[in-house]
């Protein structure tokens, strides 16, 4: 146990900060900052898709290609919301996103740092009744991450090809395309109110209205 691991240790602002904001408790902090770090295999203090395909689970995933996509999205757009929010625990990172607002690099920016990933993982953290929730992992954030997996080109609408493209890697080639196509175009035609082809959020909030989002979107952290 309590060996040293000087070089891994986060600053105790920084595991109070990104307490508040998450709602993860010290040790579970603790804990995703090992994983942070042995993913992070060239000791970067940021990870880079590449380190995250190289996760077994995600890797083995057909959908862990648009998952680590949602993730990088979703760290990007937190990032503009919360101004750079807490610090980061990397000495070496470049100032590029540590000011308030976004600039063109933000948008381009292709690395997840500590607090984006604890961000992105706390929308997976379980709903406790008697705790007040935290608006990361709440039914509508949820909701958006699922959103984001579908919507490629980020433009806030599913598109019959989106919804394609993903029902493909789902169910592979077990299912002729042409039954794909009827499958996605049958879909859209459900969820589509307003009636222009496309999916919007709320289109797709209104389909699974009935669906246990908080429970199916929950990973158990270790205490
Ligand atoms: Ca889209
Ligand atoms: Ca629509």
């Not at 996509?69 to 937190?78: E, K, T």
């Not at 599913?158 to 077990?174: D, H, W, Y």
């Not at 709320?202 to 205490?223: A, G, H, P, W, Y």
Request: aromatic share 6%.
């Amino acid at each position: 146990m309590g060996n040293s691991r000087s070089s891994l240790q986060l600053p105790e602002e920084d595991i109070a900060n990104i307490s508040k904001e998450t709602g993860f408790t010290a040790n579970q902090i603790e804990r995703l900052w090992s994983r942070f770090s042995s993913l992070d295999k060239q000791q970067k203090g940021h990870l880079t898709r590449e380190d995250f395909l190289r996760i077994p689970e995600l890797a083995i995933n057909p959908l862990g290609d648009r998952i680590v996509h949602a993730f990088f999205r979703d760290s990007r757009q937190q990032q503009q919301n919360m101004g750079g929010g807490v610090g980061s625990p990397d000495p070496e990172r470049n100032g590029s996103s540590g000011g308030n607002g976004s600039t063109a690099d933000d948008m381009e920016q292709e690395v997840v740092n500590f607090c984006d990933f604890v961000r992105v993982l706390a929308h997976f953290r379980p709903l406790k009744k008697n705790v007040e929730k935290n608006k990361l992992n709440g039914r509508e954030e949820k909701l958006r991450f699922a959103f984001r997996m579908y919507d490629l080109d980020g433009d806030d609408k599913i598109s019959k090809e989106e919804l394609l493209a993903v029902l493909t890697m789902m169910v592979g080639a077990n299912i002729s395309e042409d039954q794909l196509i009827s499958i996605a175009e049958r879909t859209i035609m459900e969820a589509d109110l307003d009636k222009d082809n496309l999916i919007s959020f709320d289109e797709f909030k209104n389909v699974l209205e009935r669906t246990d989002v908080e429970q199916k979107m929950s990973i158990r952290f270790l205490d």
